[in-house]
């Protein structure tokens, strides 16, 4: 396994640009998760996807949020018309399966986002 | 809703303590239990994880108990070293139908161990 790897790992934009995000899971994990962290906190869920259908998606993720999982591979988060409360850490997690260990999630290292 | 807290959410000890992490959330139901460290600026590395079967999980100098019936979690680590020093975040997974894979985190406890 060569882990979850995020591009870019850190952006800086102006508010009203829009930003594109890329995940690579973990080769063969099906399921694949993005969460939103800001400082001081524990990361939000803000949607999952099993292979390519995006199963679930929080209500954190307004109109301006779209993800994709094309072929069920590697997964886009785009933020269109960014604001500055958009700041955060975005994390990708993968995960194999449900059956135990495999259960585990893996996380990469985040893209730290800045909104000017 | 399913709610979780840490608590501290700051920990200073000296090398070689054993010390005690504490996390409890809200809803019994819950399908597993994560914990997690975290590196200042970087994403998070699994520890251990519990299924809601079972009562604990040991790993090295770290042991996490899971108290489901009370809502409760702890991690225990054992003659701690600077190397230690990180956020450790404990994260549910609910169960039943709310079983979707997404996990609910704490807020954290930052730890740091003092050479």
């Known amino acids: 396994d060569t882990g979850v790897s995020q591009d870019p790992r850190h952006k800086i934009t102006k508010r009203g640009q829009n930003v594109t995000f890329r995940c690579d899971p973990i080769s063969e994990h099906n399921r694949l998760y993005w969460y939103r962290q800001t400082l001081g906190q524990g990361p939000e869920f803000l949607t999952y996807?099993?292979?390519?259908?995006?199963?679930?998606k929080s209500r954190l993720l307004s109109d301006r949020f779209s993800a994709e999982r094309p072929k069920g591979s590697f997964s886009t988060l785009e933020i269109q018309r960014t604001e500055q409360g958009d700041s955060a850490m975005y994390l990708c997690a993968s995960s194999r399966g449900d059956r135990g260990l495999q259960e585990t999630q893996y996380f990469g290292p985040g893209t730290r986002l800045l909104v000017l | 809703k399913q709610e979780v807290t840490q608590i501290p959410a700051a920990l200073s000890v000296p090398e070689g303590e054993n010390l005690v992490l504490n996390c409890s959330f809200t809803d019994s139901a819950i399908y597993n239990l994560q914990w997690f460290r975290q590196d200042p600026g970087k994403g998070l590395t699994s520890l251990l994880l519990i299924q809601s079967s079972q009562r604990e999980q040991t790993s090295g100098r770290l042991n996490a108990s899971l108290d489901k019936s009370s809502g409760r979690s702890t991690l225990y680590i054992a003659a701690s070293q600077p190397g230690d020093s990180a956020t450790y975040l404990c994260a549910v997974r609910r169960g039943g139908s709310s079983n979707t894979g997404k996990l609910i985190f704490g807020q954290g406890t930052t730890l740091q161990v003092k050479p």
């Open positions: 996807f099993q292979n390519e259908a995006q199963l679930e």
